[in-house]
């Protein structure tokens, strides 16, 4: 099989992407940095300087999967974000996103059972402060994969993971101490934060066969945060 991670250098993309390795699927990682995992005679890596570049990546003829995982965390009140954060937010995580897939389409569509995974986030339904810009680019990304999902139906399915606060690198500033990390906890149901290997479980579960039957779905990989109340 043949998979491409966009944004596969760190994080969760990197544990999926890792994962894929090791069970002996061709991958393609894409990111701002050199690759820093182990070398596989299988997988082939590309430096771009942005997620605006994803068009230079040479494809093989048909792919199996395609993992949209850059994103952002700009956490500021609203009367302190301007046009600019805004801007980024979307261009990072719904144009990105939205390039990567007409890219990789043509490939995709003559990839046996091809999926596309993408990611939002658990502020698009919850309603939570100092998120707008992050939400609201987040909440496009989740209607582009309906909306993919019902286009491209039945040959390639269209899905999103959208976790709550992971420990990931894009994170390290909102858990950058033990209180920090004690007061993320107690936000969820489930009194911890997430781990790359939460959220990359769940990713590489609808990337592959084992969700044949899974499009249009957002599944939220929060921690409980999303839809309980204890």
């Given at each position: 099989m043949n998979y491409l991670i966009v944004g596969g250098n760190s994080g969760i993309a990197n544990t999926v992407a890792q994962n894929?390795?090791?069970?002996?699927?061709?991958?393609?990682t894409c990111g701002r940095e050199e690759w820093k995992g182990d070398s596989?005679?299988?997988?082939?890596?590309?430096?771009?300087?942005?997620v605006t570049e994803v068009d230079q990546i040479e494809l093989p003829e048909e792919l199996?999967?395609?993992?949209?995982?850059?994103?952002t965390i700009n956490l500021k009140p609203f009367r302190g974000l301007k046009d600019d954060d805004y801007l980024h937010d979307f261009e990072v995580?719904?144009?990105?996103?939205?390039?990567?897939?007409?890219?990789?389409?043509?490939?995709?569509?003559?990839?046996e059972n091809a999926s596309v995974v993408l990611f939002s986030t658990?502020?698009?339904?919850?309603?939570m402060p100092f998120h707008a810009s992050v939400a609201m680019s987040k909440g496009a990304v989740e209607g582009l994969t309906r909306t993919l999902?019902?286009?491209?139906?039945?040959?390639i399915r269209v899905n999103a993971v959208a976790p709550s606060l992971s420990d990931t690198p894009l994170a390290s500033s909102l858990l950058s101490n033990d209180k920090r990390r004690e007061s993320g906890a107690e936000r969820h149901p489930l009194?911890?934060?997430?781990?790359?290997d939460d959220i990359a479980n769940a990713a590489l579960y609808l990337l592959k066969n084992d969700?044949?039957?899974v499009s249009g779905q957002i599944l939220h990989v929060d921690g409980g945060m999303s839809k309980l109340r204890v």
């Open positions: 894929l390795l090791s069970d002996g699927h061709n991958v393609i596989h005679d299988n997988h082939t890596h590309h430096v771009l300087n942005g199996n999967g395609l993992l949209y995982a850059p994103g995580n719904a144009l990105g996103a939205v390039r990567a897939v007409r890219h990789a389409q043509n490939a995709l569509k003559k990839g658990v502020a698009v339904t919850q309603g999902a019902a286009e491209f139906a039945p040959k009194k911890r934060v997430g781990t790359a969700s044949s039957w």
